[in-house]
């Protein structure tokens, strides 16, 4: 039997796609900047076909590439461009959609790799919870997706990222087998957590198939302000204050005047407090109770304020959280970025924003570069356009940069093809040759998302 022949057995002819037509949207990544091709796009719609899937292309030594809503940044979920690895199957798993029912007890849920967060937020709502990790691309992003790149979003000051989330996994592994833990036990002991091993691996060990979430109470109230302070640095100390005096912190995100104005020109309208600062801050606080009084109070006590607006309404908020979450869009609007999402030591991340201009102009004089991100995890997104065709020189410069401060090449978008040669920036050289020890012991042929976190000569 062909591997085609075996595919289609696997998951019905219909969800084979072959031809080149209905391959595409999963070829290419949502910037438009990674892009390569496979044999076949498959659509397994239960763990038991993932499995089939796994092992009738490890019969066939083919490489394996794992898709969930595409919505990644890094190129960790498309086909390489490389001749040595342009015929893997992409194996997408956006039919993994049941949605199990909530415990209340547990506070957790199983849900399919595929359900998108959107949904798993909504399901854990009509029962009264909530979920504790929210980011823009909501609507398309898969949760199995999210915890293969630990995604982080706006939430992670108040309930983690997406591995701490976490309380179970099942996945298929490259020859067939399954491994199934779902009874999200809130305390065993027994070893090494596998589940927690998965959450970051972008699909280079084993395919997430269902997940067992943790939930979170549900927060009624909401407030949002949008205050001005004249530099990133007192934007940090503007985050220290608000930490020490808001318990119900949500959120705290940082926009600089660069790509605000491109936003609000996107999203055609005004930007608000125009002209007085050098840095922007949107914070949200939660509560049981209306926090708005305690956000104004918190606000006027702080002497990095120079100007600041609070949201009154579902729409207002709205408002402020549209110009924040805006920016990937209204950036991609403007042409093809190359996005860097890094993160610094706390007290480093004034010296970041104020020495990326530097570095990428040393490369690039024509380069326009938008930075955002979430200051409550210094976490910065380094997007810069007029630059594709120099993406290794500007990648470089600004990644030796966030080395040199300390931090991380890739806070919360995973490492994929893009910066799968800098890992060594980030990781000693004993931590890789572990993580390749890792990658063995799961993957002894190299089929899994081959070039991707690890480097890889032929496939990157
Ligand atoms: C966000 O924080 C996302 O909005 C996307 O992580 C960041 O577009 C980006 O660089
Ligand atoms: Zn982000």
């Known amino acids: 039997m062909t591997l085609e022949a075996a595919l289609r057995s696997a998951v019905g002819s219909q969800h084979v796609l072959l031809d080149a037509d209905l391959r595409a949207s999963h070829e290419t990544d949502w910037t438009g900047r990674f892009t390569g091709t496979s044999r076949a796009v498959v659509r397994p719609g239960s763990t038991a076909q993932v499995a089939e899937v796994l092992a009738a292309c490890h019969e066939a030594a083919v490489p394996v590439v794992v898709q969930g809503g595409n919505t990644g940044l ?36 199983t849900a399919g790799a595929g359900v998108t967060l959107a949904a798993l937020t909504a399901h854990a709502r009509s029962a009264g919870l909530d979920f504790g990790v929210d980011l823009a691309a909501r609507d398309s992003a898969t949760v199995g997706g999210m915890v293969a790149t630990n995604a982080g979003g706006i939430r992670v000051i108040r309930h983690g990222s997406m591995r701490d989330q976490v309380a179970g996994v099942e996945a298929a592994l490259v020859d067939g087998r399954v491994l199934s833990r779902l009874q999200g036990l809130a305390k065993d002991s027994t070893g090494y957590d596998i589940g927690h091993l998965l959450a970051g691996s972008e699909g280079t060990l084993a395919v997430i198939t269902r997940l067992r979430l ?132 706390a007290d480093r991340l004034a010296e970041l924003a104020d020495g990326l201009p530097g570095v990428v102009s040393a490369v690039r004089p024509d380069a326009e570069v938008v930075v955002f991100g979430h200051l409550a995890e210094a976490n910065l997104h380094v997007n810069v356009l007029r630059a594709a065709d120099a993406a290794e020189e500007v990648s470089d410069a600004v990644l030796t940069l966030v080395a040199s401060l300390g931090g991380s090449i890739s806070s919360e978008h995973g490492v994929g093809r893009a910066k799968a040669r800098w890992l060594g920036l980030s990781r000693s050289p004993a931590e890789i040759d572990l993580m390749r020890s890792i990658k063995a012991a799961f993957d002894p042929l190299g089929l899994l998302n081959p070039g991707v976190l690890l480097p890889d000569g032929d496939c990157v």
Do not use: M
Request: overall charge negative; hydrophobic content about 50%; glycine content about 8%.
């Open 214 to 345: 943790r939930l979170v109470a549900a927060e009624r109230e909401r407030a949002v302000a949008f205050a001005s302070a004249p530099s990133t640095a007192d934007a940090v100390a503007l985050l220290a204050s608000l930490r020490a005096k808001l318990p119900g912190l949500s959120a705290a995100e940082l926009s600089l005047p660069a790509g605000l104005a491109l936003t609000a020109a996107h999203l055609g309208v005004g930007v608000p407090l125009q002209g007085s600062g050098g840095a922007y801050v949107l914070v949200e606080v939660a509560g049981q109770a209306d926090p708005l009084d305690d956000l104004l109070a918190a606000l006027e006590g702080c002497e990095q304020v120079v100007d600041a607006t609070v949201a009154s309404s579902p729409a207002d908020r709205a408002r402020l959280w549209a110009l924040r979450e805006g920016h990937t869009e209204a950036i991609n609007a403007a042409g093809v970025p190359v996005k860097l999402d890094v993160s610094v030591p």
């Open 74 to 109: 890094v190129g960790g979920a498309v086909p390489a461009p490389g001749p040595a690895c342009s015929a893997p199957v992409l194996l997408v798993t956006t039919r993994l959609t049941e949605l199990g029912p909530v415990s209340a007890a547990a506070r957790q849920v």
